[in-house]
C-alpha cells in the first residue's frame, strides 16, 4: 500500500467509527431489520400485515400514543403503517417512506434462506436487505432514538411503510393512502428510496440523491393469423410476422436526450472517475454524441440514463406443434424519460416493427411523473452532513431507471428525493437478485446519515 493511500486509510479509520450510531439504537435498528426481513411479504406470496403489527407494538411500547399510529390499507394482508412524530408545526410536515414488500425469493434459488437474516463476512444476507427494508427499520428505528433524546422538531415527520411497491397491482400503499388517508401523509417533501451511495472497489466515491424517475410502461405486440396446417406453409406466418418486428426493435435505439437532472449526473461523475472514461463523461455532459456512444456501448445503466429504452421481455405464441400459429405475442418493456411520453413511445414502436400486421397496444401508462426540484435546503444538508461524515465523497443528483413510489407522491404534488446514504459496490447491486446483500458498515453509517440528515431538515426555525 501506498504511504498516502496508508495515511488516507489511517487518517479515515477514527472518522468511521463515528459514524455508527451508539450501540444500543445500532441494536435496535438490526432487531427492527432482522424482524422485517424474517417477515415474508413478497408481492405475490407475502403480506405486509405482520410487519405493520409488529412496529406498531414497538413504536407504542417506545411511547408513540396510538392515536399518532396508523395502520390499514387496500387490504387485510396488505397493511401500511404511518406514524406521526409530533415537532412545533412550524413548516410543514417531511414524509419519510420506505415500502415493506419485497420481491419474490426461492430459497432453492439462494445460497442461503432469503428469510433469514446472516450477517456475514461484513455483509447482511436476505431478501429486502437493500430494496427496501434497511431504509424502512432505521426510519423506525431514528424516530425512536428522536424520542428518546427528547428531540423536538420544527415540523411534523411522519414516517410511512408501505405495501406492494414492487411489480405495481391493486394494493399499492402510497396510492392507497393518497386515496383515502391523504392527510395522514401530506408533506412538503418525501425522502424515499431511489439513490443510495456508490462505492468502487470498497472506495466511497458518490454519494446520489435522486430527483425524478423514468416513467415504467408495457405494450403488447401481437400478430393474429389464420393458421393452418403445418404440412402445408405459407409465407404469411404470425410467428415470422412477430419475430420480424422484434429483430428490428433488438437494432433499433431511441435518441439520446439529456435533462437538466441528467446532465447534472454525468457532469458530477466526470469528477468520481478518472482518465478517458472521466473525460467522456464530461463530453457527455455537453452534449457530445460521439462521446455517448462511447459510454452507452460500455455501460448499460449509463445508457439507460441517456435515452429512452425499450426491450422484449415475454413472448407467447402458437396452439400446437403441428399448426400454422394463429397467434404471437410480445411483452415490450419500455423505460421513458420524465420529459418523453408513452403516445410517443407508441409511434416510435410502430415506426420501427414496420409491419401492418404487427398490432401494438398500450398495456400500462402509469403517466408521466414531474421531476422534483432541487430544493436548496435539502441539497445544503445533504451535502453538510455527507461531507461530514465522508469527507471527499461527491454529491450527484440523479435520475432513477427504474421506478418507485416516488412515482405517485410526485404526481399527487408531494416532490420525492431518492435519499439513502447507503454505500453499496456499484457492480454489486443485488437488489431484486438472488443473495440480495448490504455491508454491515453502510446500515449502520446509513442509520447515522439519515438520522442528521432528517434532523438538519427539521431543526433549528
Ligand atoms: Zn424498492
Redesign the pocket.
Known amino acids: 500500500m501506498p504511504m498516502k493511500t496508508l495515511l488516507i486509510v489511517l487518517l479515515a479509520l477514527p472518522c468511521l467509527a463515528d459514524n455508527l450510531p451508539p450501540t444500543a439504537d445500532r441494536e435496535l435498528a438490526r432487531e427492527i431489520y432482522r424482524q422485517m426481513i424474517e417477515t415474508k411479504s413478497g408481492f405475490t406470496t407475502g403480506a405486509t400485515t405482520p410487519i405493520v403489527e409488529a412496529v406498531a407494538a414497538r413504536l407504542k411500547a417506545a411511547g408513540f400514543p396510538a392515536s399518532d399510529i396508523f395502520t390499514g390499507g387496500a387490504n387485510p394482508r396488505k397493511a401500511n403503517l404511518v406514524v406521526r412524530y409530533h415537532g412545533a408545526g412550524r413548516r410543514k410536515p417531511i414524509l419519510l417512506l420506505a415500502?415493506i414488500d419485497v420481491v419474490e425469493a426461492l430459497r432453492a434459488d439462494w445460497t442461503t434462506d432469503p428469510f433469514v437474516l446472516l450477517e456475514k463476512d461484513g455483509y447482511f444476507y436476505g431478501r429486502g436487505t437493500m430494496?427496501?427494508k434497511a431504509q424502512a427499520a432505521v426510519w423506525v428505528a431514528n424516530l425512536i432514538r428522536y424520542k428518546r433524546e427528547n428531540f423536538r422538531p420544527d415540523r411534523d415527520l411522519i414516517v410511512a411503510l408501505t405495501a406492494d411497491?414492487?411489480g405495481g397491482g391493486p394494493f399499492n400503499g402510497v396510492d392507497w393512502l393518497l386515496k383515502n388517508h391523504r392527510e395522514l401523509i401530506e408533506a412538503e417533501f418525501a425522502i424515499n428510496?431511489g439513490a443510495r451511495g456508490q462505492m468502487v472497489d470498497g472506495k466511497r466515491v458518490s454519494n446520489e440523491m435522486s430527483l425524478s424517475e423514468k416513467i415504467y410502461s408495457d405494450f403488447r405486440l401481437e400478430v393474429r393469423n389464420k393458421g393452418g396446417h403445418s404440412a402445408r406453409p405459407v409465407p404469411d406466418n404470425a410467428i415470422y410476422h412477430l419475430a420480424g418486428g422484434l429483430y428490428r426493435l433488438s437494432t433499433f435505439a431511441f435518441p439520446y436526450r439529456l435533462n437538466d437532472i441528467t446532465r447534472a449526473y454525468f457532469r458530477q461523475m466526470a469528477k468520481v472517475e478518472k482518465g478517458a472514461i472521466s473525460a467522456d463523461l464530461a463530453r457527455v455532459a455537453e452534449g457530445n454524441e460521439d462521446a455517448m456512444r462511447r459510454v452507452s456501448a460500455a455501460s448499460a445503466p449509463l445508457n439507460a440514463m441517456m435515452r429512452t429504452t425499450c426491450v422484449a421481455t415475454q413472448l407467447e405464441g402458437g396452439h400446437a406443434t403441428n399448426a400454422l400459429p394463429q397467434l404471437a405475442a410480445a411483452n415490450v418493456n419500455c423505460r421513458i424519460l420524465p420529459d418523453d411520453s408513452v403516445e410517443n413511445v407508441l409511434a416510435t414502436l410502430k415506426k420501427v416493427v414496420a409491419d401492418d400486421q404487427i398490432a401494438i397496444t398500450i398495456k400500462t401508462n402509469e403517466g408521466a411523473s414531474p421531476a422534483s426540484p432541487i430544493r436548496p435546503d435539502i441539497l445544503q444538508a445533504f451535502e453538510r452532513v455527507s461531507d461530514i461524515m465522508w469527507p471527499g465523497v461527491i454529491t450527484v443528483p440523479s435520475m432513477a431507471v427504474g421506478g418507485?413510489d416516488g412515482r405517485y407522491l410526485r404526481v399527487a404534488g408531494i416532490p420525492t428525493y431518492g435519499i439513502q446514504g447507503f454505500f453499496v459496490d456499484r457492480d454489486d447491486v443485488r437488489?431484486h437478485g438472488r443473495d440480495e446483500r448490504m455491508p454491515v458498515q453502510s446500515f449502520y453509517e446509513g442509520q447515522t446519515f439519515l438520522y442528521s440528515f432528517v434532523k438538519a431538515l427539521s431543526e433549528g426555525k
Open positions: 415500502h430494496d427496501d411497491e414492487e428510496e418507485s437488489a
